[in-house]
């Protein structure tokens, strides 16, 4: 697993690229960490990700800061999901196609592989919800590659938006990269002015989770 192979490019568009298959899958396959900061997630987009990782990478580590807003047909299962991290049993139910999605969730986030908190702006500086959107890859041998850009989650092929993904490399670019990275360590402890971050669960408990419109969370 060894990012530095990869033959990436600096800028991925949907008009010329596919930025499943060129960028996001060949990354994920490569990578022990993959650290997301994202304004929605929904279990659609959650489902498809963790699958996917599941597969090709099964002890790498998720870790995801997302804004406040679900989808009303979310938020019940995830609250369940993320209680007392992922070691409350939801009623699956096996046969379904769901409830085997639901149960690959569950145990990723039981065993420490899947971490979610929550994003919510605290200046009155800061108008809206927590929307920043960048995610980093890391592999076995400590090479990054980051990127911006894209409100999808997963990548997944339901995704049909049109944007572009900036990519910077730990190799050729170790500078950005490293923002990048001190970026998102620093939302995760805390410690990121005008955004206060909290885990799902203590999020969930003080009634910070808000539903949103379901269009504007339409994106897998």
Same mark, same amino acid.
């Given at each position: ?13 949907? !008009?010329?690229?596919?930025? %499943?298959?060129?960028?996001?899958i ?8 993959y650290? $997301? #900061?994202?304004?929605? /997630? ?21 870790? @995801? %800061?997302?804004?406040?807003?679900f989808?009303?047909? !979310?938020?019940?299962?995830m ?10 049993? +939801? ?14 969730? $569950?145990?990723? +986030?039981?065993?420490? *592989?899947? @971490?979610?908190? &929550? ?9 809206? =919800?927590f ?6 890859f890391?592999?076995v041998?400590?090479?990054? &590659? ?6 999808? /989650?997963?990548? !997944?092929?339901?995704?049909? *938006?049109?944007?572009?993904?900036? &990519?910077?490399?730990s190799?050729? !670019?170790?500078t950005?990269v ?15 002015? =005008? &955004? ?8 969930e ?6 539903? =949103?419109?379901?269009? #504007? /969370?339409?994106? *897998?």
């Amino acid at each position: 697993m060894q990012l530095r192979n990869l033959k990436l490019k600096e800028q991925y568009r949907s !008009d010329r690229d596919n930025i %499943i298959t060129d960028f996001f899958i060949p990354c994920l396959s490569n990578c022990i960490q993959y650290d $997301r #900061a994202i304004e929605y /997630v929904t279990l659609q987009g959650l489902s498809t990700l963790s699958l996917g990782f599941h597969n090709s990478t099964p002890s790498a580590r998720i870790r @995801m %800061i997302t804004g406040h807003q679900f989808k009303i047909s !979310d938020l019940n299962t995830m609250s369940k999901l993320f209680s007392n991290n992922g070691n409350t049993r +939801i009623n699956f139910k096996p046969k379904l196609i769901r409830g085997a999605k639901l149960e690959v969730i $569950r145990k990723l +986030i039981t065993s420490g *592989n899947l @971490m979610i908190k &929550v994003g919510i702006p605290s200046s009155e500086n800061v108008d809206g =919800s927590f929307s920043e959107k960048i995610g980093i890859f890391q592999d076995v041998n400590g090479d990054a &590659v980051a990127f911006s850009g894209t409100s999808n /989650v997963s990548f !997944d092929n339901y995704n049909r *938006n049109f944007e572009s993904v900036d &990519v910077f490399t730990s190799w050729n !670019d170790k500078t950005r990269v490293e923002t990048k990275k001190e970026d998102f360590e620093d939302l995760w402890s805390n410690e990121t002015k =005008s &955004v206060s971050i909290y885990d799902f669960e203590y999020a969930e408990k003080h009634n910070l989770l808000k539903y =949103s419109s379901e269009w #504007a /969370v339409n994106i *897998n």
